[in-house]
Every structure is written in structure tokens, then in C-alpha cells.
């Protein structure tokens, strides 16, 4: 089962992103914060992160860049989801090493998608 | 010539004769007369011998008389003639002797008298007078007497032959003057007769001839050329003849020539008097031209003199630039040339309504006269209107003016318009005191004057619309805001103000000191220099072309925008360049935070959204069961109030950009509520805070916009949750006292810099850090916040120590529970 981390200070948004994928097969972790988000990755090493990029404390382009100098974390797809709508904004993310970059508001399917797209076909099934 | 010979040896031959005779006679005459003077000389000297003798015997008595005085009376008395005698008598003798030396008879009886005188003194004389003086004897007196005796009988006998001798001699005397006399008369007659002959000779011989001659030469005189002399013998008269005949002859032939050049002079006389009518006519025509010449010398002088009028009134002209000045000049002479002694000149102010404005005036008070002057004014306007002069006479009572200090009567009235092209540009009005009109010299002396005054009173109008629009200018550059600057090849030309500071601002040093700056020099002032450096490559490429550039000055960050363009003439010739140079650092930081405001506001939109949109999108796909469809619905119901709300935030930051006011619904209300509810709203959207909230029991009544006060206490609570990254507790608190109710929210943040905190209440401002630890917010709240509590007359403010947190707070007038406000 891939892991799927989930960061953001919206409740509401955790529970989305949670809600959506729940008709796949993840273990699915969150953090409200930038700092639970390092931890809880470090820890469990997930296999895709959702990155909220408006947080306390860390921001999620911050804890982007902090997961990729960690060569543990090699393997690890960090899509940005965020609604920083700005193309500089995609530049830095992108810059940062995030993989992907969603805007909200975003349609589940959409997200969904990103999911396939990034870990594969099987990772929904 | 042998004639010569003839009459004059004849007249030297009886000259010669007569004079002969004449000498001779005069010759013996002399003769006679020398024998004469010698006959009474030799008188004379006889005479004078007997007076010399006579003298010594009367001294041979003194002697004898006064030696014997003595004797007798021993009177010394009788000396004195006695000595005199006896020192007087021996050259008395001797004398007498040197007379008669002559005559040797004579002389030797001197001789003896001398002898016996010397005898006498020594022998007789001087013995007797020693003798009576040594009282001795004295020789007897007869001797003396003998002896005195014999000496006068010597003297007798002498004088008795000297008479003789006198008396001969004297009558030889007579007889020589007799003959003397006589040889006189023979010579006088002898004289005349020769006289007599010599004239007689020559009457017949020389005067005959002559006579005839000038008969003759009488005849001639009187005309008459053919009288002629006979020519008789051969001496000088007939050649006298023979010449005067040939004169006669010579003359004779002269009057032939004479006559007939006289007849040719009678011709020439003709002809000369023609030439001389020719002259006079001649002369009368030069006359006519000389007078037609003194009339042209006069109008020149007159012109000249005009013309030296008009050159000095063109000098001063040229001299006085301005308006004022000009105006006095031109009055001067206008009234010079028109013989008047007061004016004004009113000249076209250049208004839409053609009034005239008085500029000038000659003797006059300028408050008494109209400042304005109306195209249809009295007689000064209609002369503008007509554009000829006007004149108008008075009698003396009927015009007074105020003039050299009293009043005077004004007899004459001229109003020149100065005419310009087809313009009156001004009018001169101008009062004459003396009666009667102007000559028409004067006249027209006046009229060219105008005419110059015109040209010049629209050069000085020209020029006053020239410098007004100049100084609009320059005003105008002065007063914009932007930097305005003229260069071309000589450098700058022209900088306003700004320009100067600007250049101070963006290069650090001064106009002066940048212009001889090359573009590299000042490169490095910029933020970037490449920037900077292809802007002026291309500048330099393409004079012609405008161009915009933005200029970032590295060292203070401000910014600056450029605009370069060229500059034409009227002509289309270039003149240079000008450069507006606007500083644009509020722009440009405006327009990042509107950019990052759109950004912001975007971001808070899309916050919301994305629940909403997330959650009706899964309610859509999965139809989920009633308890989860509620709670979505509960979540997307809560999003889009919070969505709403941001909405009316912008809104009404909106609303007060334009209307400056919140519209308020004002009504009596307790805070304390209003702040429990906002503290449990907050308190449940963040685990890591707390919030305590310490209210008074009493009520905090205001009058106020519930749902407004509810706004500020919503912000104050949220910016105090988002500035405490950390979490801790949120004091919040409120009071009455003094007239107002109170509330405050107190975090333990990052706290505010205190060179940031001037600007916490401004739009749009965000606390610095906020955007890169991912605080959320639009930066309206405070801005916001502020108006509305100012809406209701009362104030916010804050405290707040970087790293320590910020206290909040807000005080509303309050209004007495159960009262009236």
C-alpha cells in the first residue's frame, strides 16, 4: 500500500484530500503544520506528499526543499497543492523539487488523476 | 649831327662872354673893397692905440697922485690906486708897445715912456711911499713933478703922431669905400646891358620856332593831322620840325588805323552786346535756379531735421525695452511734434474684447484717468475704431485738466491712433493749451512718429505677451513634479527644480557636476548598468526616437522612470532633447503590493473555494450517506460564509475608496457579547491557542453597528492567532471608564519593529515576515478595522516589542446603561 501524506492548516482541506482517496488502497497520514509534515515523512517516508505551501511555521515550499536533501527521500513524489495560483509560484515549487503542482480549488477527479499519473495505474486500484 | 653845333655852341659862346664880364667887373669890385676894409682896420688900430695910450698915463697920475696922497696925509687910503697902477703900468706898457711894433717911430717913443716910467717907480715913487711909511724924509715933490711932467709930455707927443697917423688912415678909408662905390654901379650896368643883349638873342633865335612848333602841335590837338612846320636851317629846332612833321605823319597814319579799327571795334561792340543779352538771360535763369535751390536747402534742412527727430526718438525707442518705458518716450515726442503739453497713451492689452489699457502719461495724474479704454470710449476710442486722428478744439473754459500741479485749460484735443499693419494698437491722446489747430506739417510730422511709435508700442506688447508666455512657462516647468530637462550639443540647456533634485537623487551629484559624465561613469548607479548602458547606445542610435526607461538606483532602491524624446522647432530643425525624469518608487511599490494583493486575495478566495468546490464535487460523485452528506454541507456552508465575508471585506475597503464613509446601522449594544462569541468562533479554529477572556460584570454600552463591531473583533482575534505562529494564550479583556467602553486583544507574537508600526493601519500593508512564514490575510483587516471604529467616533491602537507580542485594543464613546447616548 503506498503511503500518502497529507499537509495543511485547513482541516477542511485534510479531510478532503482524505475523502478522495479513500476509494483507493493508501495509508494516508496528516500534518496541520510544516514542521509535523517534515517529521511524519522522515518517519514514515511516504510515497507521495500533498503540500500545502501556506502554513505555520515551515511553509510547504520549505518543507519541499528540506525533503529533497534528505537522500532517503529519493524515491518520494511531492506534489504542491496550493492556492497560490501565481506561474512564479510553480516555478519556485517546481524549483524546490516538488514534482507537481494542483491549485485549488480543485475537483477530486482532478486529483485523483494526479494521484494515477504520478504513482501509477495500480496505485488506485 | 651837325646841326647840334649850331644854337647850343652859340648859347655856351654868350654864356661864356657874359660870365667873363661879369667876373671881371666883380673882381675889381672886390679889389676895391679889400683896400677899403684894410683903410679902416688900420683906423681902427689907431684908435685903439690912443685909447691904450690914454690908459698908462692915467695910471702914471694915479701913481704920482696917490704916492703924494700919501705923503701928505699918511691915509693909507691912497695906496690902493697907487699899488694898482704900479703892479697895472708895465704891461700896460708893454701892451702898448706890442701895438705900435709895427711902426718903428712909435715904438721906440714907447720905449722911452716905459724907461722912464720904470725910472720913476723905482727912483721917485716907491722911495717917497717907504719913506712916508718909515716916517723918514721925503724926497723933495718937484723932482716927482719934473719927472711926471716929462713922461706926459712923451705921452703927448705920442698921442699927437698916433692922431695923425689915425686921420690919414681914415681918409684913405673913405676914398677906398668911394671906389669902391664906384666900381660897384659900373659892374650892375655893365651886367644888365649883357643881360638885355643875351635875351634879345634868344627871343629872335630859339622862342620864333618854338612858337611855331607849338602852333602846330596846337592844330594837331585840336584834330587837326595835317598841320606841318617849315624846316629852317639845320640846328635843333628844325629837327624839332622835321620831327614834329613826322609825328604828324605818324599820327596821321594811327588815326587811319584807329578809324578803321574802330569800325571793327564798332562790330565787336555789336557782338558783345548780344552775348551780354545771352548773359542776362542766362543769369536769370540761374537766378531761378538758385532761388528753386534755396527752397530745396531749406526742406532739406527741414527733413534733416525731422529725420534727427525721428533717429532720436528710434534711439530712445531702441533704448527702452519695456511697455512703460516706450509708452513715456513715445508720449514725449508725439507730444513734442504736436506741441502738447499734457497726454496719455492707452495701448491694447491683447484681451478678446479689444480694450485698450492706459500705459502711459505726460503731465498727468494716471488716477485720474480711465485705467480701461472701450473700443467705442469718447474720442480716443473712435480714433481707434477709425484708425485716423481725431481732433476736437474747446473753448478755454470748457476742458480743465489737473496738470503741472494746477489746473489748466486744454484748447485742443488730438487722439492719434497708432496703427500697426491693420491694427491700432494704442491711441495717444493729446492736450494742447495753446488755441488752434495743428499745422499741417506738424500734421504729418506727427502721423510718421505714430507710425514709428506703433511699430514699437507692438514690439513691446509683443514682447510683454513673449515674456508672460515665458514666464508661463517657466512657472509651469517650476511647478510640475517631474524632472524636466533640455539638452542638445552645448549640454543642458534648461532644468526645472525637480530636474536638480532628481539629478541629485539618481546620481549623487549636481547637473554641473554630471554633465561632463560618460554614460559609464554613472552606469554603476544603477541596479542595472547593462540596462542603463543600451539604453543610451540606443538613444545615441536613434536620436529621433522617443523612449521610456526605468531606472532602479542600486544604492537607495528608488526608481525612476525616464522619458526621452527630441525636440523640434518650428521648422522641424532639432533642437535637442528633453528628458522627463519621474520618480515611480511609490508607483512600483504600489503596484508589487497590489500585485501581491491580487495574489493574496486570490489565494484567501481560493482557500474557501477549494472546499466548496471539493466537497459538493464529492457529495456529486458519491451520493454519500445522510450523516456525511450534512457534514459536508455543514463545511461548504461554513466556507462560503467565510468566502462572503472575504468578499464584503474587499467591498467595503472598496466602498470607503470611493465614498470615504462606512454606511453604519447604529444601535444600543452590550460588547461583552459580541466579544464571547467572536473568542469561541477563534478559539475553535486553532488547538494551539488558548483564549482568556476577562470581562467587567457591568455592561460595556455603546451605540454602534453590531454586525461592524463584530468585524473588528473578528480581526483582532485573527491577526493575534496568525502573528503567534507558536500558539500560547490570547488575553482579552475589556473595560468602562471615563466615557468609554473598552476592549483589547493581547497575543505573545512575533510583535511589530518599531520603524514598521507607523504603517500597521495602512492598506494593504502585511507585517513584515508574514509573507514568507505563509501568514495568510489580505492586509485590509487593520485598514479596515480603523475605519469603522472611527466611523463611530472613537479610536484603535496598539503596543507592541518586536518578539514579544502586540496588544490591540479599540474604545468606543459609551453610553449609560438604560440612558440616552
Request: contains cysteine.
Amino acid at each position: 500500500m503506498a503511503k500518502v501524506l497529507i499537509a495543511d492548516d485547513q482541516a477542511n482541506m485534510r479531510k478532503l484530500v482524505r475523502l478522495t482517496l479513500e476509494s483507493g488502497r493508501f495509508d494516508i497520514f496528516e500534518a496541520p503544520d510544516g514542521e509535523t509534515a517534515l517529521e511524519v515523512a522522515t518517519r514514515e517516508r511516504p510515497d507521495l506528499v500533498f503540500l500545502d505551501w501556506t502554513m505555520p511555521g515551515r511553509s510547504g515550499v520549505e518543507v519541499c526543499r528540506a525533503l529533497r536533501e534528505d537522500h532517503g527521500n529519493d524515491g518520494m513524489r511531492i506534489v504542491m497543492l496550493t492556492a497560490r495560483s501565481q506561474p512564479e509560484d510553480r516555478e519556485t515549487a517546481h524549483e524546490m523539487g516538488a514534482d507537481d503542482y494542483i491549485t485549488k480549488p480543485f475537483s477530486p477527479i482532478q486529483l485523483l488523476e494526479k494521484v494515477r499519473d504520478v504513482l501509477g495505474p495500480e496505485a488506485l486500484l | 649831327m651837325s646841326g647840334r653845333g649850331g644854337l647850343t655852341a652859340r648859347m655856351v659862346l654868350l654864356g661864356a662872354a657874359l660870365a667873363v664880364v661879369v667876373g671881371l667887373a666883380i673882381g675889381a669890385m672886390l679889389l676895391t673893397i679889400g683896400a677899403m676894409r684894410h683903410a679902416a682896420r688900420m683906423a681902427r688900430h689907431s684908435e685903439q692905440v690912443l685909447a691904450s695910450a690914454n690908459r698908462a698915463e692915467k695910471q702914471l697920475l694915479d701913481l704920482e697922485t696917490g704916492a703924494r696922497g700919501y705923503a701928505l696925509t699918511r691915509d693909507a687910503r691912497f695906496l690902493a690906486p697907487w699899488r694898482t697902477a704900479r703892479s697895472t703900468l708895465p704891461r700896460q706898457t708893454e701892451g702898448l708897445a706890442a701895438l705900435v711894433a709895427d711902426n718903428p717911430a712909435q715904438a721906440a717913443l714907447v720905449q722911452q715912456i716905459a724907461a722912464g716910467t720904470g725910472a720913476y717907480l723905482d727912483d721917485y715913487s716907491t722911495p717917497l711911499v717907504d719913506a712916508v711909511r718909515e716916517r723918514r724924509a721925503l724926497p723933495s715933490p718937484t723932482v716927482g713933478k719934473r719927472r711926471i711932467d716929462a713922461l706926459r709930455a712923451q705921452f703927448a707927443r705920442f698921442d699927437a703922431t698916433e692922431q695923425r697917423l689915425a686921420d690919414r688912415r681914415r681918409t684913405a678909408s673913405d676914398h677906398a669905400a668911394a671906389r669902391a662905390i664906384a666900381v660897384g654901379v659900373v659892374v650892375l650896368v655893365a651886367g644888365v646891358a649883357l643881360l638885355l643883349a643875351f635875351a634879345a638873342y634868344l627871343g629872335r633865335s630859339v622862342a620864333a620856332p618854338v612858337r611855331r612848333v607849338a602852333a602846330a602841335a596846337d592844330r594837331l590837338a585840336a584834330g587837326d593831322l595835317s598841320a606841318r612846320v617849315d624846316v629852317r636851317g639845320r640846328d635843333e629846332l628844325a629837327r624839332l620840325a622835321r620831327s614834329f612833321n613826322a609825328m604828324a605823319d605818324a599820327l596821321q597814319q594811327g588815326r587811319d588805323e584807329l578809324d578803321s579799327q574802330h569800325h571793327e571795334l564798332e562790330i565787336q561792340t555789336a557782338e558783345l552786346e548780344d552775348q551780354q543779352q545771352q548773359l542776362a538771360d542766362a543769369n536769370d535763369e540761374l537766378r531761378a535756379q538758385r532761388d528753386e535751390l534755396e527752397h530745396i536747402t531749406a526742406s532739406l534742412a527741414d527733413e534733416t531735421e525731422r529725420q534727427r527727430l525721428f533717429a532720436g526718438f528710434a534711439d530712445a525707442l531702441a533704448i527702452d525695452a519695456a511697455l512703460p518705458d516706450r509708452a513715456a518716450t513715445t508720449l514725449r515726442a508725439l507730444a513734442r511734434a504736436a506741441g502738447a503739453q499734457v497726454g496719455a497713451l492707452y495701448a491694447a492689452g491683447g484681451r478678446a474684447d479689444g480694450r485698450h489699457d492706459l500705459v502711459g502719461t505726460l503731465g498727468l495724474d494716471p488716477a485720474s484717468l480711465p485705467p480701461r479704454l472701450g473700443r467705442d470710449d469718447g474720442l480716443p476710442g473712435r480714433a481707434i475704431a477709425e484708425r485716423e486722428t481725431v481732433a476736437a478744439a474747446h473753448d478755454e473754459t470748457t476742458l480743465r485738466v489737473a496738470a503741472f500741479g494746477r489746473e489748466t485749460a486744454v484748447r485742443q484735443e488730438l487722439h492719434v491712433p497708432l496703427v500697426y499693419g491693420e491694427r491700432a494698437v494704442g491711441v495717444a491722446s493729446l492736450g494742447r493749451t495753446a488755441p488752434g489747430a495743428l499745422d499741417p506739417r506738424s500734421r504729418e510730422l506727427l502721423g510718421h512718429l505714430a507710425e514709428m511709435a506703433a511699430i514699437s508700442i507692438s514690439n513691446a506688447l509683443a514682447t510683454t505677451r513673449a515674456q508672460r508666455l515665458g514666464d508661463i512657462n517657466r512657472a509651469v516647468l517650476d511647478s510640475v513634479r517631474d524632472g524636466i530637462l533640455m539638452t542638445n550639443e552645448d549640454g543642458v540647456v534648461l532644468a526645472n527644480p525637480p530636474a536638480h533634485r532628481l539629478t541629485k537623487a539618481i546620481l549623487g551629484v549636481t547637473i554641473d557636476e554630471a554633465e561632463p559624465l560618460e554614460p559609464t561613469d554613472v552606469a554603476a548607479r544603477f541596479a542595472d548598468a547593462e540596462a542603463f548602458l543600451s539604453a543610451a547606445d540606443a538613444m545615441a542610435a536613434n536620436p529621433d526616437e522617443p523612449r521610456f526607461d526605468e531606472l532602479e538606483v542600486a544604492e537607495s532602491g528608488r526608481v525612476f522612470e525616464r522619458y526621452s524624446a527630441p525636440v523640434r522647432g518650428a521648422g522641424g530643425e532639432r533642437l535637442g532633447r528633453t528628458t522627463v525624469i519621474r520618480e515611480i518608487t511609490a508607483e512600483r511599490e504600489a503596484e508589487r503590493l497590489k500585485n501581491e494583493l491580487m495574489a493574496t486575495v486570490s489565494h484567501e478566495l481560493r482557500t474557501p473555494l477549494a472546499s466548496i468546490v471539493g466537497f459538493t464535487e464529492l457529495l456529486l460523485l458519491r451520493d454519500p450517506e445522510r450523516e456525511v452528506r450534512r457534514s459536508h454541507l455543514e463545511t461548504v456552508h461554513a466556507e462560503a460564509r467565510r468566502l462572503a465575508e472575504l468578499i464584503d471585506d474587499f467591498l467595503d475597503l472598496q466602498r470607503l475608496a470611493e465614498r470615504g464613509r462606512l454606511p453604519l446601522e447604529r444601535r444600543r449594544l452590550d460588547l461583552r457579547p459580541l466579544v464571547s462569541d467572536q473568542a469561541r468562533v477563534f478559539a475553535a479554529q486553532s488547538g494551539a491557542h488558548t483564549l482568556a477572556v476577562r470581562m467587567p460584570a457591568e455592561a460595556l454600552v455603546t451605540e454602534g453597528d453590531p454586525s461592524r463591531i463584530r468585524q473588528v473583533l473578528a480581526n483582532l482575534l485573527s491577526n493575534a492567532i496568525k502573528y503567534s505562529p507558536d500558539g500560547g494564550e490570547i488575553g482579552v479583556e475589556g473595560w468602562a471608564r471615563n466615557g468609554v467602553v473598552g476592549v483589547a486583544v493581547k497575543d505573545p507574537g512575533l510583535g511589530i519593529p518599531t520603524a514598521q508600526q507607523p504603517r500597521v493601519f495602512e492598506r494593504f500593508y502585511r507585517a513584515p515576515g508574514a509573507k514568507e512564514r505563509a501568514i495568510g490575510g489580505t492586509g485590509l483587516g487593520l485598514a479596515l478595522s480603523r475605519e469603522i471604529v472611527e466611523a463611530h467616533d472613537g479610536r484603535i491602537g496598539f503596543e507592541s516589542v518586536e518578539g514579544q507580542g502586540s496588544r490591540f485594543w479599540f474604545e468606543l464613546p459609551s453610553t449609560a446603561p438604560g440612558g440616552q447616548p
